[in-house]
Nanobody
Framework: QVQFVESGGGLVQSGGSLRLSCAASGVTLDYYAIGWFRQAPGKEREAVSCISSIDGSTHYADSTRFTISTDNAKNTVYTQIYSLKPEDTAVYYC??????????????????WGQGTQVTVSS
């Protein structure tokens, strides 16, 4: 059974940084496109970062503040958020694109959504 578990969220002050982890089990991350998404209360879930092992590409909603990386030994995908703002407050999720195996595409192409990790940024 494939499972993604997000962690690393918390309460941080504006301007701080966080590294979120997406630990995969039941699957080996060697042929994948995994994205990070966030959902704030009352808002649609939106993509923030993505990494594809197929073409080695990374994609960001804001490339000045987000990075994404993979530790194959730990079967984990990380996204780092810098210069956090109160508007970054949301639940952050990771998921894998099983349809096109590339970054991008609508949310229904993604699967193995975890329970999410809460990020709260105080001003």
């Amino acid at each position: 059974q494939v499972q993604f578990v997000e962690s690393g969220g918390g309460l941080v002050q504006s301007g701080g940084s966080l590294r979120l982890s997406c630990a995969a089990s039941g699957v080996t991350l060697d042929y994948y496109a995994i994205g990070w998404f966030r959902q704030a209360p009352g808002k649609e879930r939106e993509a923030v970062s993505c990494i594809s092992s197929i073409d080695g590409s990374t994609h960001y909603a804001d490339s000045t503040r987000f990075t994404i990386s993979t530790d194959n030994a730990k079967n984990t995908v990380y996204t780092q958020i810098y210069s956090l703002k109160p508007e970054d407050t949301a639940v952050y999720y990771c998921a894998e694109n099983l349809m096109r195996r590339r970054c991008g595409g609508p949310r229904h192409e993604y699967a193995y959504w975890g329970q999410g990790t809460q990020v709260t940024v105080s001003s």
